[in-house]
Each structure stands twice: as C-alpha cells, then as structure tokens.
C-alpha cells in the first residue's frame, strides 16, 4: 500500500510524527540578528556609523560575539583592520591593536541595559560626578582634528531582517500539502 491509499487520517499521523522526529532530533542552529548605529553622534556633532552580526547559540544569547561588517569612526574612517572591537550585549568598545606613533583611538560606548533578539538599547550619554562621559570618544593623529569627549545620542537599533526563503519554501509546501489533502478528502 502505497501513501497515496492510505487514508487521511493516516497520513496526518505520519506527517505529524514525521516533523516531531525532525524538531527532537535537529540540532541547535546558531542564531544570528543584525544591529546598526542609531544616531550615534558625539558632544562635537560627528556621527559615527555601523553595522554588525551578533551570532549566538539559543538560549544562550550573553555568552555569543559580534563582527562589524560596516564602521565609520569621525576623524579616523572606516578601515577595520587595524581595529580592535569588543562587542558584549552592555556595552561596545573600539581601540587601534597596537600602538602608532602619535596616533589614538579610544571609543567606549556603555548602554543602557543590554540588547537582545528582540531589541536594542539606547547608548549612556550621562557623565559621572566628576563630568566625565561614561561613553567615550577619543580620536587623534589621522589626519584630522583629534576628538575627545562622549555622545551626545544614539542607541544600538534592530536591523530589520526579510522572511528567509527556506521559511516561504516550507509555507508554500505545507499550504500545499493542505490543499491536496482537502481535494483528497472531497472526492
């Protein structure tokens, strides 16, 4: 007897144990959301800009790391290699990976919070009792006037992500699978 004389009822036990066996067995996909710099501009009116990944495994979202695909520092630019990047859910930091001579790039961006899968969180742009700037700015030595101070705004915002293919791809296949088992019941 082939599947397609079984009867409905039949078929519906099948398919259902079928995706049961696939979700158990399945193992854990790494997660990934996208992030960007929202209106992140310095007590000296530069904006900074950014894109990056957040990767991590379900469940255990702290514990994953993040790579910038796009930066854009005032006074410094966008050349990502000779960078050092820290990304933690709390907070951002940016510094050269070894020392040039008369040159400095300092930037630690603390937040508010922390962001997570389904949001994101606005940068600390307070100064402590003394007047220093718990987000930090400091860039010098790049051929621009050197930097130095906090923000004055910004916030790490949810890149907007599509649908991916895979999950029209299932949609369809079950309307589908819907469809014929209606037509198949009708006659």
């Not at 979700?23 to 000296?44: C, E, G, K, M, R």
């Not at 050092?84 to 859910?89: G, K, L, R, V």
């Not at 940016?94 to 994101?120: M, V």
């Not at 923000?151 to 895979?166: D, I, K, N, R, T």
Request: aromatic residues 10%.
């Amino acid at each position: 007897m082939n599947a397609l004389t079984l009867p409905a009822k039949n078929i519906r036990f099948h398919i259902a144990g079928t995706i049961l066996v696939m979700l158990v067995t399945a193992p854990a996909q790494a997660a990934t959301v996208s992030y960007f710099l929202d209106n992140v501009v310095t007590t000296h009116g530069k904006t900074m800009t950014g894109t990056f990944e957040w990767s991590y495994t379900p469940g255990d979202f702290e514990n994953g790391s993040g790579q910038f695909s796009q930066l854009y520092i005032p006074g410094y630019g966008s050349d990502l290699a000779p960078l050092s990047i820290t990304i933690a859910p709390d907070a951002i930091e940016f510094s050269l990976n070894q020392s040039f001579h008369n040159k400095e790039l300092d930037i630690n961006l603390r937040l508010i919070g922390a962001f997570s899968p389904t949001h994101g969180a606005d940068i600390d742009t307070s100064q402590d009792t003394n007047g220093n700037y718990l987000s930090k700015f400091r860039v010098a030595g790049f051929g621009s006037p050197g930097y130095n101070g906090g923000f004055a705004s910004g916030a790490v915002s949810l890149q907007a992500v599509p649908l991916p293919a895979a999950a029209w791809l299932l949609g369809s296949g079950i309307m589908g699978l819907a469809t014929f088992l209606r037509e198949r019941k009708k006659s």
